[in-house]
């Protein structure tokens, strides 16, 4: 299998560290999805957007919610990162629900501060999306009562925790710094110790060029 994408992608991170956690070996294409290489990336995805994985007979899949769906398949199902029926199953889909919501919010800031000029910027939608994100994760710390958040093992919801929120302090420190989620920052230094975590860096270049091809920092 091939997976495409940086690991810079919070998106594209989850899915590698899930691989990896299951033993499923794949060759990683770390292509950008902005920039020159959006036309490649065009190519395979109709809405250039990475992570896309790759399978042995050319298939592609898009999104990673429907590729980590996918890898959940490839495993015996007490090995499945999401319980595979019941409330076991529900509560780790809400949870990764409020995660995913939380992303399209933070994803929205970044791109509302990186593509558009400062002077451009619209505070009080800046405000309305960081209030959502302030709640979601602190909803989600009080969640996080025991060593998962949910059931006596790991979850996709744990995993996909911890990788959004190195993503956001590394983004937004600031304001990352500010929120008061104690849990959710433990359970993200216990994971980065691990290997799937320490095997997939995020790359350390900006973001990208904007539309215009100049740096708005
Ligand atoms: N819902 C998608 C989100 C993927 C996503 O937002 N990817 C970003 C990189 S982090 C991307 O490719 N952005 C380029 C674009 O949207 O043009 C998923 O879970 O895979």
Request: aromatic share 10%.
């Amino acid at each position: 299998m091939r997976l495409i994408g940086r690991y810079a992608s919070p998106f594209v991170r989850r899915v590698a560290i899930t691989m990896q956690h299951y033993d499923l070996p794949y060759e990683h294409v770390s292509l950008i999805p902005f920039g020159e290489t959006k036309q490649t990336l065009a190519k395979i995805n109709p809405i250039a957007r990475v992570p896309v994985l790759e399978l042995e007979d050319g298939e592609h899949l898009f999104d990673s919610a429907a590729i980590l769906d996918y890898l959940d398949s490839l495993v015996e199902p007490e090995q499945s990162l999401v319980p595979t029926e019941g409330f076991a199953r529900r509560t780790v889909l809400s949870h990764l629900a409020i995660e995913l919501g939380i992303m399209d919010k933070l994803v929205s800031v970044l791109y509302e501060c990186h593509f558009r000029p400062k002077e451009k910027w619209h505070r009080p939608w800046i405000d309305a999306c960081e209030k959502q994100i302030g709640d979601g994760f602190s909803w989600l710390n009080h969640q996080l009562s025991g060593k998962w958040l949910s059931g006596e093992t790991m979850s996709q919801a744990d995993v996909s925790l911890a990788v959004f929120w190195s993503f956001g302090c590394a983004k937004r420190p600031g304001f990352f710094g500010r929120l008061d989620c104690p849990r959710i920052s433990e359970l993200t230094d216990r994971l980065a110790d691990t290997a799937p975590f320490k095997n997939t860096p995020p790359e350390m270049e900006p973001l990208a060029t904007n539309y215009t091809g100049t740096s708005t920092r």
